[in-house]
């Protein structure tokens, strides 16, 4: 079974710097998916970027970016100029290749909460 | 609508009442799916439709969890004689998938924070 892991339950960064939060990931597959997802207080879970493992370029939306370590099976987010929006619980998902079945529903991390001080 | 919808959007439950749980995909979404949040967690998956067809049920933790999309928009889920371990945030997501490869973003609602008293 794939597995998930978020090390860090917090962490905190000054408005305006830059923040790096990180994630490992357990699977036998070669063909996956892996997404950031941020959930803001109201619960609504919005998605930062997704990589898929079979490109080697890192994914980058605007301030966000993933540094992709296939090898190490980790997937980490950088958060450029943060902002105070940008507080809130960050998760890590994996989500297995669509012709393996049953692997269409997300494995979640257990989340890291991201203060950001002005 | 422009998102995925959940109501209510808060339920609370004395212990052995029977909850239901409505979602409205966007529309169009062939993927519905249901997950279970506990506090300070990450969500859980419960159950997987495609269609009308729920496919996936391998996480429903007991049989006191039902879940049905009879018409392949509109989704349910039931949980019959609440528990206070089911207390919890349930979240539906619904995505769009046309081939086989992709990686068809889960777009998620605003969750039902159910409270078994």
């Known amino acids: 079974a794939q597995t998930v892991t978020q090390s860090q339950p917090e962490m905190s960064v000054q408005e305006a710097e830059t923040v790096t939060l990180s994630c490992t990931y357990d699977t036998s597959e070669s063909d996956y998916y892996l997404f950031w997802y941020k959930q803001p207080p109201s619960r609504q879970m919005i998605l930062v970027i997704r990589q898929e493992a079979y490109k080697q370029q890192n994914a980058t939306e605007n301030r966000f970016s993933v540094n992709f370590q296939k090898a190490a099976k980790s997937f980490s987010l950088k958060i450029s100029d943060s902002q105070l929006g940008d507080a809130a619980m960050y998760f890590c998902?994996?989500?297995?290749?669509?012709?393996?079945?049953?692997?269409?529903?997300?494995?979640f991390g257990s989340g890291t909460q991201l203060t950001v001080l002005p | 609508g422009a998102g995925v919808s959940q109501s209510p959007r808060y339920k609370v439950a004395k212990r052995g009442q029977d909850v239901a749980l409505r979602c409205d995909p966007i529309?169009?979404?062939?993927?519905l799916f249901w997950y279970q949040q506990a506090l300070g967690q990450g969500p859980e998956f419960l159950t997987y439709f495609q269609n009308e067809a729920q496919l996936d049920k391998s996480g429903l933790p007991s049989d006191r969890f039902f879940a049905e999309r009879p018409e392949g928009s509109v989704s349910t889920l039931k949980i019959q004689r609440t528990q206070q371990e089911d207390s919890a945030v349930y979240l539906c997501?619904?995505?769009?998938?046309?081939?086989?490869?992709?990686?068809?973003?889960?777009?998620f609602g605003p969750g039902t924070r159910l409270t078994v008293t």
């Open positions: 998902a994996y989500r297995g290749p669509i012709s393996s079945g049953s692997a269409r529903q997300l494995t």
């Open positions: 997501a619904s995505s769009l998938v046309r081939t086989a490869r992709g990686p068809y973003e889960q777009y």
């Open positions: 529309s169009g979404h062939v993927s």
